[in-house]
């Protein structure tokens, strides 16, 4: 097949789309994260959506064509424009992909592009790939060094969770949401969640529970002391960018 074509009937298109056709068409959508000591917005989760396709499909059908890395790369391109067209002043936090994170060209000097600060910016890192590749640790160290700001995303069902947080020290990690979307059915979350916020604490860790969505959720993870919310529930993500202060 032609690299530059790909098709999409995986996607539920059912046609062939050209791919810079499609990722032209992709949004960036700003989901406020709420500082619950201050009770003002700490940052933002930029989320890329499309009207037509799952985000997550697409990003599986780019990596068997080969692509992962234009796709990554124009995510974040959009995000980081998108928030510097704002004038966000608040932490810009950016979904990665580790294959594309260890490629000799992943930093592209955007932030100096559309001069938005790299200590402004969170990468978020699933805590399940960390440990699949050496080079993707070496890497989560290297743009440490840079000033860009580490999350560990989906944290709290991996067995590598306490090593991670000894070995990479990471300025923020976001509680998995089947942790939180499992709160009122299941006793053992909250205590896992207590847990994690106290062995966080003591590494002068975030805690960021995300996905709330219901009054329970949140009074729950208010109660567990976490720093940082995000969900539905407290705001949806939006285009433009929604002054709750």
Known sequence: MNKDMLKTENLNIGCERNIPEIYSELNVYFQPIFNLNSG????????????????????????????????????????????????????????????????????QNLTDSFNFPKGKIILEIPESTIFEDYNTLVKIFYYKKLGYKIAIDDFGLGFSGLKLLKLLKPDIVKIDRQLISNLEFNSMCRNFIDFIVSISHEENILVLAEGIETLYQLETVVSCRVDLIQGCYLAVPSENIIDYD
């Open 40 to 107: 003002k917005i700490y940052g933002y989760e930029a989320l890329i959506g499309h009207k037509n396709i799952n985000i997550r499909n697409l990003f599986e059908i780019a990596k068997d064509e080969r692509s992962l890395f234009l796709l990554d790369f124009i995510c974040r391109r959009n995000a980081i424009k998108k928030a510097a067209e704002y004038k966000i002043k608040d932490y810009l936090f950016i979904n990665i992909y580790p294959e594309a994170l260890i490629s000799p060209h992943y930093e």
